[in-house]
């Protein structure tokens, strides 16, 4: 039932007893200002008061259900009305095109107006049609996380932050870039060396969306490894690209808490973050050899590496091991895999880490 006839039902419930209830006072006083006999008016005026007060007290009950039936009487009228609008009839199809097409043409002009109007406005005001572009943080996604039914990068980025509480590699990478990087800490002989290693990183920075590549860096401990990976990292994470930075040590853990674990352990953050591991767009293991190696570890590792091939997610190794020595820790398969698909980077003997310390005490 409609707003109106509730507040007229309402209404009427309340003031039909009280018009009732006084119906025979105000009857009486009528008689009696216009009548000719006080005696007589005053009866004749109670009794008309009282026949009054009956009809009016008979009709109560069936105020809501006239109510109901006047508002269903009046919705009727309004859908008989509805109906008897009809759409134009066309004689052919043509006619029916043509109708319409004028119809969009009229709106089509109209709306062109409007827009001409708005940039009038903007104009006047000082601002343009680019102001009232939003400003996206990731263009990519339109900051919706998504891009289709796939998650966009910045969300994936942002979900492996949460989940690995990077907050330490962040500080890192604020030291450790190609900003920072020098070439005064090699030798001569070697900043030829380490130059070239740059420029591999650099190209592999630029081409990273374009071409599938890997990277295995190769020399003794402060060679520069790290450094030059936190570089290669920082730079892929400005541009919007998920990494994931882990030692060996950490890799191996999270890989045998994600398949030892058991469902006590599934809702810890490094469970819930071993899907990246697969689908991170740079995955980056740091130290490689420094674990205890056994058969495990070498299972886990040929996993890694492989479905990350298959899936052309870029992996970045360091190792303080020659090929020689990662081929005796890990099984020949692990090797081809590594040689085929990796470009290898062998740095200078340069320890950096000894040269920073001699020359803080000269």
Request: aromatic letters at 10%; a negative charge; hydrophobic letters at 40%.
């Amino acid at each position: 039932m409609k707003r109106k006839w509730l507040l007229l039902a309402f209404l009427l419930t309340f003031t039909l007893p009280a018009a009732a209830l006084l119906s025979p006072d105000v009857m009486k006083a009528l008689w009696w200002q216009f009548g000719s006999d006080p005696a007589v008016s005053v009866l004749r005026g109670e009794h008309w008061g009282r026949i009054i007060c009956g009809v009016l007290l008979t009709a109560m009950p069936f105020t809501p259900l006239a109510c109901f039936l006047l508002e269903r009487a009046a919705l009727s009228r309004a859908r008989r009305r509805r109906e008897s609008v009809k759409p134009p009839e066309f004689a052919t199809a043509e006619e029916r095109r043509a109708f319409y097409r004028e119809e969009l043409n009229g709106l089509s002009s109209e709306l062109a107006l409007l827009l001409a109007r708005r940039e009038d406005l903007l104009e006047e005001h000082g601002y343009s049609l680019e102001d009232l572009r939003p400003s996206y943080v990731c263009p990519d996604c339109q900051d919706t996380g998504y891009i289709g039914a796939e998650k966009c990068h910045c969300f994936l980025q942002a979900e492996i932050n949460l989940l690995y509480h990077q907050s330490h590699l962040q500080d890192v990478l604020e030291r450790e870039n190609f900003h920072a990087f020098s070439y005064s800490w090699y030798e001569a002989s070697d900043r030829e060396i380490m130059r070239h290693h740059v420029m591999d990183a650099r190209l592999f920075i630029e081409g990273f969306e374009k071409e599938f590549r890997n990277l295995l860096l190769l020399g003794k401990v402060g060679s520069g490894k790290t450094f030059l990976s936190n570089c290669i990292a920082k730079e892929l994470m400005d541009t919007g690209h998920s990494v994931v930075y882990l030692t060996a040590f950490q890799l191996f853990q999270l890989l045998s808490k994600a398949v030892f674990g058991g469902n006590d352990s599934r809702e810890e953050p490094e469970i819930q973050a071993y899907p990246y591991i697969f689908d991170c767009d740079l995955l980056i293991i740091d130290d490689l050899g420094t674990e205890l190696p056994n058969s495990f570890t070498v299972s886990q590792l040929f996993l890694c590496i492989n479905e990350r091939i298959l899936r052309r997610r870029s992996t970045l190794i360091s190792s303080n091991l020659d090929i020689g020595a990662l081929e005796d820790l890990y099984s020949d398969r692990i090797l081809s895999r590594i040689i085929s698909s990796y470009t290898i980077l062998q740095f200078p003997e340069t320890d950096i880490r000894i040269q920073k310390k001699l020359r803080s005490t000269t």
